[in-house]
C-alpha cells in the first residue's frame, strides 16, 4: 500500500515537473515539510553505497534537493546548485540532491554527464522522502537550519531561484 501511494506521488511529481511560478512557489512550503516545523527523519543512499542519516547535518545548514532525472527544471538546477555547494561548504552550508528516480541506472547516467560534483547525491530508490515530505513540484529545496528546522522551501525552478536560495542559505547561516 505504500509504494502505491509513492508511486502514486512520484507521477503526480511528474506531471507538476515544472519551472516555478511567478506568483507562485518561492518560498512556500510543501504539505510535508513546512516552514518552521523539523525536518522528518530522513536515511538515503549516497551514491557511493553508504547509507545518510539527514540528521547528521545538525550543526550545519543543510540545503535539501529533491529531484529527478526526468525533470527539465532539475537538470538546469542542479549544476547551479553544485557551483553553490563548492561556494558555501567553508561557510557552514552543505547541499544534499536527492534523486527519486525509480531507476539508479538513470541517476548514474545523469551524474557521470556532470563530472566531479561538490554537493552530495543520494538516491531514494523507495521513493520515501517523497512520501515524507511531500513536495508540490519537481525540483523542491528546503533550507534546513542548524537545529533542523525547515526555514524556506523553494518549489519548482528557473535559473533566477539560485540566486534567492543562495541568499536564504547565507540568511539562515547568519551571514
Given at each position: 500500500m505504500r509504494r502505491a501511494g509513492a508511486a502514486t506521488l512520484?507521477?503526480?511529481?511528474?506531471?507538476?515537473?515544472?519551472?516555478?511560478d511567478a506568483g507562485g512557489g518561492h518560498g512556500a512550503s510543501g504539505?510535508?515539510?513546512?516552514?518552521?516545523?523539523?525536518?522528518?527523519?530522513?536515511?538515503?543512499?549516497?551514491?557511493?553505497?553508504?547509507?545518510?542519516?539527514?540528521?547528521?547535518?545538525?550543526?550545519?545548514?543543510?540545503l535539501l534537493d529533491v529531484w529527478a532525472s526526468w525533470c527539465g527544471p532539475c537538470k538546469q538546477e542542479l549544476p547551479m546548485l553544485d557551483a553553490m555547494a563548492k561556494r558555501l561548504k567553508h561557510q557552514g552550508i552543505d547541499v544534499l540532491a536527492v534523486s527519486v528516480d525509480q531507476e539508479r541506472a538513470n541517476v548514474d547516467k545523469f551524474v557521470r554527464g556532470h563530472g566531479r560534483w561538490?554537493?552530495?547525491i543520494a538516491h531514494?530508490?523507495?521513493?520515501?522522502?517523497?512520501?515524507?515530505?511531500?513536495?508540490?513540484?519537481?525540483?523542491?529545496?528546503?533550507?534546513?537550519?542548524?537545529?533542523?528546522?525547515?526555514?524556506?522551501?523553494?518549489?519548482?525552478?528557473?535559473?533566477e531561484d539560485a540566486a534567492g536560495i543562495e541568499r536564504r542559505l547565507l540568511e539562515v547561516a547568519g551571514q
Open positions: 512520484l507521477a503526480l511529481l511528474a506531471l507538476s515537473c515544472a519551472t516555478s504539505s510535508g515539510g513546512p516552514v518552521g516545523a523539523p525536518l522528518p527523519l530522513l536515511k538515503v543512499d549516497a551514491l557511493s553505497g553508504k547509507t545518510i542519516d539527514v540528521a547528521s547535518y545538525r550543526g550545519r545548514v543543510l561538490s554537493l552530495t531514494d530508490p523507495r521513493q520515501e522522502i517523497a512520501e515524507l515530505l511531500q513536495p508540490d513540484k519537481m525540483p523542491t529545496s528546503y533550507v534546513v537550519d542548524k537545529s533542523g528546522i525547515v526555514r524556506y522551501v523553494n518549489a519548482g525552478f528557473v535559473p
